[in-house]
Structures are given as structure tokens and as C-alpha cells.
Nanobody, 115 residues
Framework: VQVVESGGGLVQPGGSLRLSCAASGFTVSVHEMSWYRQAPGKERELVAAISRAGGSTDYSASVKGRFTISRDNVKNALYLQMNSLKPEDTAVYYC?????????WGKGTLVTVSS
């Protein structure tokens, strides 16, 4: 089981980025998956989650209305579309899945929001 994030970078406030999480060793459609982030000096926090099968989503209050989590079952990938980015969104973003009770994290992708 492996998850690999990509798509981070430097963006100006108000801009957009789309993060990708390539999954291997399991099928994204049958597992709940999440995006977390960790800003410098802060604890890792849940940003967004998508349930298995039905695809219901949940977001932290700080990103609701600006971020959208989705998955592509054909590409076996998870995405996070981030719009109206703010400097406080600066963090390393991680893809997460719990597979048969074992948590798996990617190495993360850095998002920096700055002018």
C-alpha cells in the first residue's frame, strides 16, 4: 500500500492549486480517504475526507466552501481542489488512508501561499 502526493507549490493569495494522491496496493473507491495538513509549528489537522462507495464528503470549517475533495476510480487517485487560497493555508499536505486497520501516509506536498 502506498500513497504519493503531488501538485504543491507556491501560489499567490486568492489563487488555486489541485493536489493529487496516487494510490497503489488498494482501490480508492472502497476506502475512506482523507487529506491532512501540517503548518510549521502546528499539529497535523484533518482538512477533508471522502467516504467509501457513497462518496459523501466532510471538511474542516477553515476550508469549507473553498476546497473540494474528490477521487477518480479509473485513475485510482484522490484529489484536493483548493481555491481562494489564503496565507494560513500554507502547510505540508498529506494523503491518508487506513487499510485493514493500518494507517498509511504519504510524504506530503508543500503548499506555500504568499505574495
Amino acid at each position: 500500500v502506498q500513497v504519493v502526493e503531488s501538485g504543491g507549490g507556491l501560489v499567490q493569495p486568492g489563487g488555486s492549486l489541485r493536489l493529487s494522491c496516487a494510490a497503489s496496493g488498494f482501490t480508492v473507491s472502497v476506502h475512506e480517504m482523507s487529506w491532512y495538513r501540517q503548518a510549521p509549528g502546528k499539529e497535523r489537522e484533518l482538512v477533508a475526507a471522502i467516504s467509501r462507495a457513497g462518496g459523501s464528503t466532510d471538511y474542516s470549517a477553515s476550508v469549507k466552501g473553498r476546497f473540494t475533495i474528490s477521487r477518480d476510480n479509473v485513475k485510482n487517485a484522490l484529489y484536493l481542489q483548493m481555491n481562494s487560497l489564503k496565507p494560513e493555508d500554507t502547510a505540508v499536505y498529506y494523503c491518508y488512508v487506513r487499510f485493514w486497520g493500518t494507517p498509511y501516509w504519504g510524504k506530503g506536498t508543500l503548499v506555500t501561499v504568499s505574495s
